[in-house]
């Protein structure tokens, strides 16, 4: 029952930092008694590349103390509205901490007993032990042993420690003393080479006692994250605060996907600085000030799915930067194809972004290709052939409308009218049609582009290019048919 309760979750984000500890005797202490929020210093990362500042550091461990450093004043961050996360994060974490008896031995946990244990309960009174035991020894490297030692024994991993083990020490929020970030292995959940599941707390200490602050998760459904790796912990984005930036990976029946999570601990919450999710398969990625704003993006570069389910795919670069608050996702660049639905989407785009000579080169590319279109795939059937030059066509008369070139413009629909047709319902060649005559009329090339958008939304359903689509193929559509009214809608896809 646990598997299913928790291997269900497979894209989930949580990280923790442990250190070291002292066996004290004081009063409970609950999460809510933290501070505020600020750190730095990156930790390693084996396959990003990231901005030239951040130099690896090996996980430390700290200094036990006798006793607590008076905290400095320091400027709060302003309190934000609570999000659906935290009112899931609230019932995870222990409601009080105390010191475990001179004599504790810790034990490992019961399976999960589904006729009295609940998903919030089984991952608190995980939390609650693992807590117990760094107060019980203060040694964080032997806390994480004996938790490695309680993974199922079918696990596999590289190197000493597996994935989901691991804790670094820092300063999260600039209030002169330091916080736990630490990785723990996910209740009864073994680790293997594509999953290898893990918990990621933050613990502070009071008294020398440690404090489990906040346990950071990717999204409401899941709560441990996969083969959690800490890139950074430095002030990406200039905002004189510490972001964290930890990777996960994860892998379904055909693909892997590569994640990231950014975020800031104030003393209080945890905020997830991400607004778009930056995650993409089989993907390449970078973290590095590309436009000299002092502001590190995230530069992913992949995406192919390997299912053939997937259908006509090519590989994208995902641009995410700091805008309002967040990162989010800025661009959507596809790598260049020779397809013809790959010119024709290309020509599209081009239009759009008013680079006619492009628009035009990739478009008359699809339009004077010599012979019949034909790929490995067999996705060029001749109705899907004749329907993509159809649309290409139509782009070449949007670009010479807007340079008032009527004779070129006749030109390219002639070609089209020329070709062997064998489908009686390419709509695509009618909006042609349409266009030249609002054209001719008006002279208005948005107006004409218009027409031909209106004449294309009647006839939806022959305007398809494909007879099916893969789930990782690229889309047009109806609001992208004419490119130059910048619809801000997205209508239903061609």
């Not at 269900?8 to 250190?19: A, G, N």
Request: aromatic share 8%; proline share 7%.
């Amino acid at each position: 029952m646990i598997g299913k309760v928790l291997r269900c979750v497979v894209l989930v984000c949580l990280m923790t930092t442990m250190s070291a500890c002292v066996r004290l005797k004081n009063a409970p202490f609950s999460p809510a008694e933290s501070q505020t929020v600020r750190t730095a210093t990156p930790a390693a990362s084996s396959t990003a590349t990231v901005a030239p500042t951040a130099s690896p550091t090996a996980m430390a461990t700290p200094t036990a103390m006798a006793t607590s450093t008076p905290i400095p004043t320091f400027t709060p961050i302003p309190t934000s509205t609570p999000t659906p996360r935290d009112a899931v994060v609230a019932p995870l974490l222990p409601p009080g901490v105390t010191p475990p008896p001179a004599d504790w031995t810790p034990a490992r946990l019961p399976a999960f007993d589904v006729a009295k244990d609940t998903q919030e309960t089984w991952v608190q009174a995980y939390i609650q032990l693992v807590t117990a035991m760094l107060n019980a020894s203060g040694d964080v490297d032997a806390v994480l042993e004996q938790l490695i030692a309680w993974m199922p024994a079918d696990s596999t991993y590289e190197g000493p420690r597996p994935a989901n083990a691991w804790f670094t020490v820092r300063d999260l929020n600039a209030d002169g003393e330091d916080e736990w970030l630490l990785s723990v292995p996910a209740r009864d959940l073994g680790c293997w080479l594509t999953y290898c599941p893990g918990y990621l707390l933050i613990f502070y200490k009071r008294a020398d006692l440690f404090v489990p602050a906040a346990i950071i998760i990717a999204d409401e459904r899941t709560w441990e994250l996969s083969n959690p790796k800490l890139l950074l912990v430095e002030d990406i984005n200039a905002d004189a605060r510490l972001e964290v930036v930890i990777e996960q990976n994860q892998c379904g029946a055909h693909t892997c996907f590569t994640s990231l999570l950014i975020g800031q601990w104030d003393g209080k919450r945890w905020y997830d600085l991400v607004a778009d999710p930056i995650t993409q398969a089989y993907t390449d990625y970078s973290l590095a000030d590309h436009d000299g704003d002092g502001i590190l993006e995230v530069r992913l570069h992949g995406g192919m799915y390997g299912s053939v389910g997937a259908g006509l795919q090519r590989e994208h670069t995902l641009i995410f930067d700091w805008r309002d608050g967040a990162y989010r996702l800025v661009e959507d660049i596809a790598d260049p194809d020779a397809h013809p639905y790959y010119q024709m989407l290309d020509a599209n785009t081009a239009l759009a972004k008013g680079d006619l000579d492009t628009a035009l080169t990739h478009a008359l590319a699809v339009v004077n290709y010599p012979g019949v279109y034909k790929d490995e795939m067999n996705w060029l059937t001749p109705a899907a052939g004749e329907r993509i030059v159809g649309y290409a066509t139509l782009v070449a008369l949007f670009v010479y409308a807007q340079q008032d070139d009527v004779a070129a413009m006749q030109q390219v629909y002639a070609a089209l009218l020329a070709r062997p047709h064998t489908l009686s319902d390419n709509p695509y060649l009618e909006a042609a049609r349409r266009m030249l005559e609002i054209y001719d009329a008006s002279g208005d090339a948005l107006a004409a582009c218009v027409a031909a958008e209106e004449l294309i939304a009647g006839r939806v359903s022959e305007a398809t290019f494909f007879e099916w689509y893969g789930y990782g193929t690229e889309r047009l559509t109806l609001d992208r048919v004419c490119p130059l009214d910048r619809a801000a809608e997205a209508g239903p896809e061609l």
